[in-house]
T-cell receptor, first 114, second 110 residues
Framework: KAGVTQTPRYLIKTRGQQVTLSCSPI?????VSWYQQTPGQGLQFLFE???????NKGNFPGRFSGRQFSNSRSEMNVSTLELGDSALYLC?????????????FGPGTRLLVL | QKEVEQNSGPLSVPEGAIASLNCTYS??????FFWYRQYSGKSPELIMS????GDKEDGRFTAQLNKASQYVSLLIRDSQPSDSATYLC??????????FGKGTTLSVSS
C-alpha cells in the first residue's frame, strides 16, 4: 500500500502571501490530521478531518484553514503568512477518527517564510 | 491544557545498553498511547502503541503503561547506533486530538 503523500515537499514564500499544502492519505483511510512542527514548540496539532468534516481543531489563528475532499485528500491553507509560520507541516492519516487509531505520517512540507 | 512531558535529553547510551525513555501526561482520561521515532529531517514513524496498563513487547522495544501514575515509558534493549533519533510520546483521549510531547533525543555510541 502506498503511504501518505504530501506536496509540495519544499516551499519558499514571503510575508503576506498565502500557501496551500496538499495531503493524500493511505488508501482506505478517511481521517487526515495536520500538524506544525518547529524546533521550539515541537509537534502541534492544527486540525483533523474525517469524511469531509472537521472533527477537531487546535489552537491556531484563523489564518490556518483546511478542507477535505470526497476522496479523502486534504488541503490546508495559510493566509497572510508570517515569519513564524516557517515550519515543517506534517499530515497524518488513520482509519478512524479522534486520534485513537494509529496515525501514519507523510514526509512533510517544509515551508520557509522570508 | 492537556500536556505531555518528556525529558528533552540528549540521552546518551553505549551500544548494547538499555535505553529508557519516559513520558508523563496530565489528562487522566487519556486512553491511547503511542511512541514515534523521528530521524533528523524525516517524519515520525510509529514504533509502539499501548492501550492497557502493563508491558507490551515488540522485538527490542518494550512499552510500559501505568495509568494510575500517568506514566508511559519505552525501553530499547541492545541499543544500536541506528536507534539514535528523537523519540516522541503521544497521548489521546477518545474523540480528541493526539497530543505529542516535545521528544527525547537518544544518542547511541558505538
Amino acid at each position: 500500500k502506498a503511504g501518505v503523500t504530501q506536496t509540495p515537499r519544499y516551499l519558499i514564500k514571503t510575508r503576506g502571501q498565502q500557501v496551500t499544502l496538499s495531503c493524500s492519505p493511505i488508501s482506505g483511510h478517511r481521517s487526515v490530521s495536520w500538524y506544525q512542527q518547529t524546533p521550539g514548540q515541537g509537534l502541534q496539532f492544527l486540525f483533523e478531518y474525517f469524511s469531509e468534516t472537521q472533527r477537531n481543531k487546535g489552537n491556531f489563528p484563523g489564518r490556518f484553514s483546511g478542507r477535505q475532499f470526497s476522496n479523502s485528500r486534504s488541503e490546508m491553507n495559510v493566509s497572510t503568512l508570517e515569519l513564524g509560520d516557517s515550519a515543517l507541516y506534517l499530515c497524518a492519516s488513520s482509519s478512524g477518527t479522534g486520534g485513537a487509531a494509529t496515525q501514519y505520517f507523510g514526509p512533510g512540507t517544509r515551508l520557509l517564510v522570508l | 491544557q492537556k500536556e505531555v512531558e518528556q525529558n528533552s535529553g540528549p540521552l546518551s547510551v553505549p551500544e548494547g545498553a538499555i535505553a529508557s525513555l519516559n513520558c508523563t501526561y496530565s489528562d487522566r482520561g487519556s486512553q491511547s498511547f503511542f511512541w514515534y521515532r523521528q530521524y533528523s529531517g524525516k517524519s515520525p514513524e510509529l514504533i509502539m502503541s499501548i492501550y492497557s496498563n502493563g508491558d507490551k513487547e515488540d522485538g527490542r522495544f518494550t512499552a510500559q503503561l501505568n495509568k494510575a501514575s500517568q506514566y508511559v515509558s519505552l525501553l530499547i534493549r541492545d541499543s544500536q547506533p541506528s536507534d539514535s533519533a528523537t523519540y516522541l510520546c503521544a497521548v489521546n483521549q477518545a474523540g480528541t486530538a493526539l497530543i505529542f510531547g516535545k521528544g527525547t533525543t537518544l544518542s547511541v555510541s558505538s
